[in-house]
């Protein structure tokens, strides 16, 4: 079963269909789909002419990206390394991805886990059978997680216990939104803004001000407002998306008990990388103020934009 995660950034620069102008000269937009879910990115101070050649070298990268990451492309490395538990010559980007995951476990004491995803799976097969997962299923789903049990190296990836799997859902948003953000970046490009479900800003709008994002919950009420600026914004929520509608169970899960459960209705994180925003705002729905707080002090370039509980 698929389900996307939805996304909570308004951002002052929505997209449209296509790479085009908009009412306002200078700025074009292209609307694509990153993993499942909507993407945007706006350019200003570009001529068309030069935005229809960029629009296709960001769909090229895109596109090779989720050949690596996806969890619904059967060719996947992702895919290819869950069906068999190691993956031989994996890319560099799926080895700096899982790096990059290690860090936020270790940064957020496990609260952050890719491993959940046999829980994941179990509680999607349970809910669309209208029940809930046994406790023996619970028990043999713990088996197959944990962190510790992931081995990688130069030349492969595996793991250390039958039937675990890893979802990349609450950090290769990000990190997708830093690569093209870097690919517009290596090709001259100083003011643009991707959204890829997390946001990444560089440089500024058209008209010289900050590109603007806005945290709301997923009800639609208005949380804040953040400028932003060779930063990213990353917002989660876990009843953004319900893993099991008819239980009200949201899709974040904690790594400890593989149950969907949060403390917080939604947490914001902006940070210079937005993998980093992404896998923080991700885990820290499932901490106390206090971790979360010892996990900032690990990283102070990254700041909590917003917390409700």
Not at 122 to 151: D, F
Not at 154 to 164: K, S, T
Not at 259 to 267: C, D, G, H, V, Y
């Amino acid at each position: 079963m698929k389900i996307t995660r939805r996304r909570f950034l308004a951002v002052s620069a929505a997209a449209g269909l296509a790479w085009r102008a908009p009412a306002r000269a200078g700025t074009f937009r292209w609307r694509g789909v990153a993993l499942g879910a909507p993407a945007s990115i706006a350019l200003a101070g570009l001529d068309r002419a030069a935005a229809a050649g960029l629009a296709e070298r960001v769909e090229a990268e895109i596109s090779r990206l989720e050949r690596i990451f996806s969890l619904y492309r059967a060719d996947s490395e992702l895919s290819r390394l869950n069906r068999a538990g190691r993956l031989e010559h994996p890319s560099h980007e799926m080895l700096e991805l899982l790096d990059l995951a290690r860090l936020a476990n270790e940064t957020t004491g496990g609260a952050f886990d890719p491993t959940v995803q046999p829980f994941w799976r179990l509680h999607a097969q349970a809910a669309a059978r209208n029940r809930a997962a046994t406790p023996a299923e619970k028990r043999a789903a713990l088996l197959a997680s944990g962190w510790r049990h992931v081995r990688a190296g130069a030349g492969f990836i595996r793991f250390r216990r039958p039937g675990m799997a890893l979802t990349l859902n609450g950090i290769a948003q990000g990190y997708i939104a830093d690569r093209v953000a870097g690919l517009l970046r290596a090709r001259g490009l100083v003011d643009v803004l991707v959204d890829t479900g997390e946001t990444k800003a560089l440089g500024r709008r058209a008209d010289g001000k900050p590109w603007r994002a806005g945290i709301v919950l997923p009800d639609g009420t208005p949380v804040a407002r953040r400028t932003l600026s060779g930063r990213a914004l990353a917002t989660s929520a876990p009843l953004a998306t319900l893993l099991d509608a008819a239980r009200g169970a949201g899709h974040i899960l904690d790594p400890r008990t593989g149950e969907p459960t949060a403390r917080w209705r939604l947490a914001s994180v902006s940070a210079p990388r937005a993998a980093l925003a992404d896998a923080l705002s991700t885990a820290f729905c499932l901490m106390e103020r206090r971790a979360i707080d010892a996990a900032l002090a690990r990283h102070p370039d990254a700041a909590l934009e917003a917390l409700v509980s």
